[in-house]
């Protein structure tokens, strides 16, 4: 029986939901650490001083953890691309530069981040079907919150949807080449030519997006 009482304050639901951000958090710096490789049950229950039956209390097995941490990464870029759009005035390309720069910048700044985003692409058993669903998800998260786009007909949407997913795909490769070191160049050049790219392309798709 799962205990629903609580203790010193605190209720039940909300110290499994604590248990739970801080197995997300200590796999983060396990896969920083110690590489997927040397990730495991035992590892991560060590390190964040739960039992193993506060793991499975969340979570079926480690894959289902390695993917809430990359999901927990995505969910963070997302909110700050959007936060970013919407604070940047109404000009498109203000608009998509300050999107890439403040998603990239959740990564950048801290590697744990990256390693997860790095193990996605690594397509590591379930996290390669997540990647697919990234990409996508991105995709029409632009579609959707980027103004310029907001009046399009169904046939021009389907389009932009196309484009879109061609740049989060060429995106996504160029963030991991320069998140792994493949690819020598700085926050901002790597976020000015993310945003050339996506303004050309969907420039060219649209006839113009403002």
């Not at 969910?75 to 498109?92: C, F, H, I, K």
């Amino acid at each position: 029986m799962v205990s629903t009482r609580a203790y010193r304050g605190v209720p039940a639901d909300e110290r499994r939901e604590l248990r739970r951000s801080a197995l997300i958090e200590t796999v983060l710096d396990c896969l920083r650490d110690d590489g997927l490789g040397g990730v495991s049950v035992r590892s991560v229950c060590a390190r964040s001083r739960l039992t193993p039956r506060y793991f499975y209390e969340n979570f079926d097995d480690l894959d289902q953890l390695l993917v809430a941490a990359v999901d927990s990464v995505v969910d963070e870029v997302a909110s700050a691309s959007l936060a970013a759009m919407a604070a940047a005035g109404d000009e498109t390309a203000t608009q998509v530069r300050a999107a890439i720069d403040a998603g990239y910048g959740v990564v950048v700044t801290d590697p744990r981040k990256a390693n997860a985003l790095l193990v996605a692409a690594a397509g590591h058993g379930p996290l390669r079907e997540r990647r697919h669903r990234v990409v996508t998800d991105y995709a029409d998260l632009i579609i959707d919150n980027l103004p310029a786009l907001n009046a399009l007909g169904l046939s021009e949407r389907r389009r932009a949807r196309a484009t879109a997913l061609f740049l989060m795909g060429g995106s996504a490769e160029v963030i991991e080449a320069a998140l792994s070191g493949r690819l020598r160049m700085s926050r901002a050049r790597l976020v000015d030519h993310l945003t050339t790219m996506w303004l050309g392309a969907l420039g060219a798709g649209l006839g113009g997006t403002g």
